[in-house]
């Protein structure tokens, strides 16, 4: 029996209830539970955050029998732009993990293009129905959905604990290695020691400045104003993606079926501006992009029905320390250009998971394993970064930077019409720089690894 497991139960953090503890887990004894954050206990990887990189990797670690615990800050998953697109490459993860019946269940919508419109016409960029993949298409689905989905998924293990409402305060350090983390959930101050922590905290990680890992820039800072605006039965079927270009300012349309989705370029630190100019000002400049939505730009009423996305693209220079490992947004902060940081924060789980499941199980992780992770997630992120800083440096900032109507390059429009360039921007896209594959084999969960320190 485990260390401390004949004493006493401990308690779930999430209920309050006692625990029936998975092999792997400790439950802490009494003179722990008199400290600060007892009562303490014990899994095999703490993962903070439960956006797409860090519920994926608690669901990959949970089948293959890894006891993990999913810290989320949140109560529940329901928060409004977050980014609504799942691309191929995550679908064919959802595929080889069985879930793609499912997500395919809920009410989703589809696009299948992206295109550019300028006063010189139109062009499109990246078509997904030329890939050969079983899903040519971006799925638009809200996040909170997708979530839901994996988390509940990942529930189904009894080696896979998630509590929500718990909002990490600290490191565990002891002798230079991450132990754990401290917490204050639902029911007060804890800590949780694992062998491993994953900080899959967003763009705003505390994990990050807490381990002092340091970042370098990767595309030039821009802002986007995200919002919604109702569709009419008349409006185009399948638009896709839409970009419209006009004199200094660019706007994004994205056909969720049911409502536009509707982004609003601006220069990094022009939010102030566009919020002294006013709604007014802000609705005339959307009907005058997009003409076709002047009839609703009224449906706009408040600056809280929108929501800013302050662009900051970054990449750590190291995303590991010995214990500790940080991925998606955390590790590289991704530029909404393209719309794939899901599926750069969905690819690092999905290679994490392939690299550390075993360790993690034997007990033999090492830093050498964290930098493997690193190693095969850093250039394929580091190749999408730089397509989006071209596309910024030579698209956006022209387009922003422009007091006349931005017209699209020509060097651009002819290479755009050369077949293999707009199937690499697709490509691109849809799959990142590097295809990654989840085990399709779900490990034996009856089996979860003893607790060990990495040293
Ligand atoms: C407005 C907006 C629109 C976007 N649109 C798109 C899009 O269309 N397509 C696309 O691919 N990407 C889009 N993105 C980017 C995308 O959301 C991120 O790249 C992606 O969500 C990264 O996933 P992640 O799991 O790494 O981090 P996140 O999704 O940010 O998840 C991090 C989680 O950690 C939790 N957390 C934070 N701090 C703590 C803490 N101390 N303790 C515990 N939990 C904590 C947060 O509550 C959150 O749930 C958009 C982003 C924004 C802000």
Redesign the pocket.
């Known amino acids: 029996m485990l260390k401390g497991a004949e004493s006493e139960p401990g308690t779930d953090p999430a209920s309050g209830k006692p625990l029936s503890f998975p092999r792997g887990v400790i439950v802490p004894g009494r003179s722990e539970q008199k400290t600060r954050f007892a009562p303490s206990w014990q899994t095999d990887c703490c993962i903070?955050?439960?956006?797409?990189?860090?519920t994926v990797l608690g669901l990959l670690l949970a089948r293959e029998g890894v006891s993990v615990t999913l810290?989320?800050?949140?109560k529940d998953f329901e928060r409004e732009?977050?980014?609504?697109?799942i691309n191929p490459s995550v679908m064919e993860v959802m595929e080889e993990l069985g879930l793609v019946d499912r997500l395919l269940g809920l009410r989703h919508a589809k696009i299948h293009r992206f295109t550019a419109q300028a006063a010189d016409g139109s062009v499109t960029f990246a078509d997904f129905r030329r890939l050969k993949t079983g899903y040519p298409y971006i799925l638009m689905l809200p996040q909170a959905r997708f979530l839901e989905l994996i988390t509940a998924e990942a529930r189904k293990y009894p080696n896979f604990r998630l509590v929500m409402g718990?909002?990490?305060k600290g490191l565990i350090e002891e002798n230079g290695s991450i132990r754990g983390v401290r917490?204050r959930g639902p029911d007060g101050p804890r800590e949780v020691r694992a062998r491993l922590t994953v900080g899959?905290?967003?763009?705003?990680s505390?994990l990050r400045r807490l381990a002092g890992l340091e970042a370098v820039e990767a595309s030039p800072p821009m802002d986007v104003f995200?919002f919604n605006l109702p569709r009419k039965p008349d409006d185009p079927e399948d638009a896709g993606a839409v970009f419209r270009f006009g004199p200094g300012s660019l706007l994004v349309l994205m056909d969720h079926s049911e409502y536009w989705q509707v982004g609003y370029i601006i220069r990094k630190g022009g939010y102030e501006r566009l919020r002294d100019a006013g709604l007014p000002a802000l609705r005339h400049s959307v009907a005058e992009l997009a003409p076709e939505l002047a009839d609703r730009v009224g449906h706009l009423k408040e600056w809280k029905q929108g929501?800013l996305?302050s662009v900051g693209s970054d990449r750590l220079r190291r995303w590991y320390r010995p214990g500790l490992l940080l991925?998606?947004?955390?590790a590289h902060v991704?530029s909404?250009v393209g719309?794939?940081?899901?599926?750069?924060?969905v690819q690092d789980a999905v290679v994490a998971a392939n690299v550390l499941g075993g360790p993690l199980k034997s007990g033999r992780l090492r830093a050498r394993h964290l930098a493997a992770v690193q190693r095969r997630r850093e250039w394929p992120t580091r190749l999408v970064q730089g397509a989006q800083t071209v596309a910024q440096r030579w698209v956006v900032s022209g387009t922003l930077d422009a007091s006349e109507t931005f017209r699209l390059p020509v060097l651009l429009r002819l290479l755009l019409r050369t077949p293999f360039l707009r199937d690499l921007f697709a490509r691109l896209i849809a799959f990142g720089a590097w295809p990654v594959h989840a085990r399709t084999e779900a490990g034996d969960t009856s089996k979860c690894g003893e607790p060990a320190l990495i040293q």
């Open positions: 903070v955050g439960g956006g797409p990189a860090g810290l989320e800050a949140h732009f977050r980014g609504n697109t718990a909002r990490v917490y899959a905290d967003g763009r705003f505390q995200w929501s996305l991925i998606g947004d955390a991704a909404p719309g794939v940081g899901i599926n750069l924060a």
